[in-house]
């Protein structure tokens, strides 16, 4: 059972180390890692993205800002722009 308690914490744990595993977080709960996939991606609707916990959701300036740092690397194309 999912309880509010569970679902604050794992995203303590999250906020508090964006690049913690899945795995250490279901151990450190006592949970299995079927249930925290599903809190980390049902309840607080956030994915792994580059080995860092992210929100699934970005907002137009969030989108527009990361793509500009991205293409000061070149890794947008000219016409992803």
Known sequence: MTTPEIIDQIHE???????I?????????????E???????EDLDMRKLSAKWVPKCLIAHQKVNGASRLSNF????ARSK
Not at 13 to 19: A, D, F, K, P, Q
Not at 35 to 41: F, M, T, V, Y
């Open 21 to 33: 595993s899945a795995k250490s977080i279901a151990e450190q709960l006592a949970i299995s890692h």
């Open 35 to 41: 249930r925290l996939g599903s809190i980390i991606h």
């Open 13 to 19: 744990l999250i906020m508090g180390e964006r690049r």
């Open 74 to 77: 070149g890794i947008f194309s």
